[in-house]
């Protein structure tokens, strides 16, 4: 299986619906990085998706963005794919 990673903050409706969903498709670890107490990570995050909110996921190498796009990306039937690496 795929490397999950997740850019988050503690107070994050998206974020929360973001680990749900995963956890519902298998997910058993979750690399959160939390850019609210470690602010030079908003900048990395920044840097490489080129978006200033929260979540920005990535399963291994692939940017999937937001909880929309992860939802999107479940529901074309996308997700357990790449999830599965």
Request: proline share 4%.
């Amino acid at each position: 299986m795929n490397s999950v990673r997740m850019y988050c903050t503690a107070v994050c409706p998206y974020c929360v619906r973001a680990e749900m969903l995963l956890r519902q498709r298998g997910v058993e670890q979750i690399e959160k990085i939390r850019i609210d107490t470690d602010p030079s990570q908003r900048d990395v995050m920044i840097a490489a998706t080129g978006r200033r909110t929260v979540p920005q996921i990535y399963i291994g190498d692939t940017h999937v963005g937001g909880f929309d796009d992860l939802a999107a990306l479940d529901r074309a039937g996308g997700l357990q794919a790449l999830l599965a690496g």
